[in-house]
């Protein structure tokens, strides 16, 4: 009989690597079994995710075919809890929310013959307020909103997965060069590239030796960010990287950075970089209207972007993190205060008032005068933050996509909840030109020629781009009108 001989494998979990024999005929239950043991977890204990990756981040799946391995190169095995997404979870209200709305509706049939008679009226409006109640309780235990503190920061990361795990990215000329421009395409990249990029724009843009950044602090603080952003299908690290990446491409084909101070470019950099962090994908109206701890921890006024910032300097202040650690009091002073503001401009709903003072100081500006740099900063991110439509139609478009599929699942909480349902976010009433064409007409382009009066670079082909994706969304939204 031939010899069965087994294939070794070497997993490493947290620090410690151990090894284990797959003989041919083994099932994948017996892997999941080896699996569970290796993380001492009871097999009983179903709400658990493995990722198994290669040493070079490569994910591969936890099967009986798994190629052996050597100590030196263990696949790295990590373990995570499954928490119900706010897909899942909105689907759980749906479904416990349907015999209820039955009820309501079959009551509502028999209350109709009577339908003037006040009592009737109140006591059904109360029985729904009741239901409505029960249920928003229900959301919110399932929601927990998130406490400012510093348990609130998810992980921080540790100096082994950076070091050890991640491989060097060392990026082509052409990247390096690709990357300065406004039309950078950001689907190529994963989460851990998209780091280094953001590495790479400090390093760059002399940032790391002017204010003595410790790499591994960079490293970290950047990773942690990623870490804290959530899988929305909008706001997660991937818009995080594109509102830097935009704000850095307009440094560039402005050339700003040979006329405002360092710190203009850290607090710009680090703005965008925490601007949306542990965003929970519904927005501030819900977080209003829904009563939400974050609205009530910052009883109403810009919940969302106040928490960003929380959460940004939470990270920023662990020791394992602090990018700022070498800053004067005075330079840490100026750049946390210009950060809130930046981050804090970001709440569309002040858009008005940024727009009407910057196009004071627009007229009579000075490189010199803090103020007016400060004001050009908020521009600045401004528009990174809302610039999809500046990159071309076929790396734009799916992020309109992300945007929409976000609002959706909001309108249908929202609707589920008896909250107000925007009409820009309800599925029943947005098409996809409709919602562009009005934001690009009225918010995005009378803000990047407002930015233009200063940076006149933005004419060259950043505006233009924004005309022309105007341009495709009218043509759309007039075919889709002509009857058929
Ligand atoms: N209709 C569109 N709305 C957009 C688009 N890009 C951005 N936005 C809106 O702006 C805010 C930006 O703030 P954020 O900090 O939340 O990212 C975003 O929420 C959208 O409401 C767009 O292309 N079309
Ligand atoms: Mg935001
Ligand atoms: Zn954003």
Not at 57 to 65: A, E, R
Not at 106 to 118: F, Y
Not at 435 to 463: K, N, S, T, W, Y
């Amino acid at each position: 009989m031939a010899k069965v001989s087994p294939t070794r494998i070497h997993v490493k979990l947290d620090d410690k690597t151990e090894a284990f024999e797959l003989y041919p005929g083994s099932s994948n239950d017996d892997v999941r079994a080896i699996l569970y043991s290796l993380a001492s977890l009871s097999l009983d204990d179903k709400d658990v995710v493995f990722k198994l990756t290669k040493p070079d981040g490569t994910v591969v799946p936890p099967s009986p075919l798994l190629p052996g391995n050597t100590e030196k190169d263990p696949y790295v095995l990590s373990v995570k809890r499954a928490t119900a997404s706010p897909k899942d979870t909105n689907a759980q209200i749906a479904s416990k929310l349907a015999p209820l709305e039955l009820k309501l509706n079959d009551i509502a049939k028999q209350l109709e013959p009577l339908r003037d008679i006040s009592a009737f009226r109140e006591q059904l409006v109360s029985f729904q307020k009741r239901v409505e109640v029960a249920e928003k309780n229900l959301t919110m235990s399932q929601f927990p909103a998130t406490k400012v503190t510093s348990k609130t920061i998810k992980r921080i990361s540790k100096i082994d997965p950076i070091f050890t795990h991640q491989p060097k990215y060392v990026f082509t000329d052409e990247t390096v060069a690709y990357l300065k421009q406004p039309s950078f395409n950001n689907w190529q990249w994963e989460e851990n590239e998209m780091v280094a990029l953001i590495e790479h724009m400090f390093s760059e843009l002399g940032l790391i030796e002017r204010f003595k950044i410790e790499l591994p602090l960079l490293k970290r603080f950047l990773h942690t960010v990623k870490d804290n952003y959530n899988n929305n299908p909008f706001h997660n690290f991937r818009h995080c990287f594109c509102v830097t990446q935009m704000f850095y491409g307009i440094v560039n084909v402005t050339k700003i950075m040979d006329k405002v101070e360092p710190i203009d470019l850290l607090i710009g950099l680090v703005a965008c970089i925490i601007h949306d962090i542990d965003h929970p994908g519904f927005n501030n109206a819900y977080q209003v209207n829904a009563r939400t701890e974050l609205a009530t921890v910052y009883n109403d006024q810009s919940p969302l972007e106040n928490h960003h910032c929380a959460v940004g300097f939470t990270i920023i202040r662990n020791k394992d993190c602090n990018i700022f650690k070498n800053l004067t009091d005075k330079e840490y002073d100026a750049a946390r205060k210009g950060i809130v503001r930046c981050v804090l401009s970001t709440d569309l709903t002040k858009h008005g008032d940024i727009m009407a003072k910057f196009k004071v100081v627009a007229d009579n500006f000075s490189f010199t005068d803090p103020e007016h740099r400060m004001q050009l900063l908020v521009m600045m991110v401004k528009c990174a933050d809302i610039s999809n439509e500046a990159r071309p139609a076929d790396v734009a478009e799916p992020w309109l996509d992300c945007l929409l599929e976000e609002y959706f699942a909001q309108s249908d909480r929202e609707k589920a909840e008896g909250l107000p349902v925007a009409p820009f976010m309800d599925r029943d009433k947005v098409t996809k030109p409709g919602a562009q064409v009005g934001f690009i007409q009225f918010v995005m382009i009378p803000l990047f020629e407002h930015l233009a009066r200063v940076l006149p670079q933005l004419e060259g082909d950043v505006i233009p781009q924004i005309r022309k994706s105007l341009a495709y969304y009218q043509e759309l939204q007039q075919k889709m009108q002509k009857p058929m």
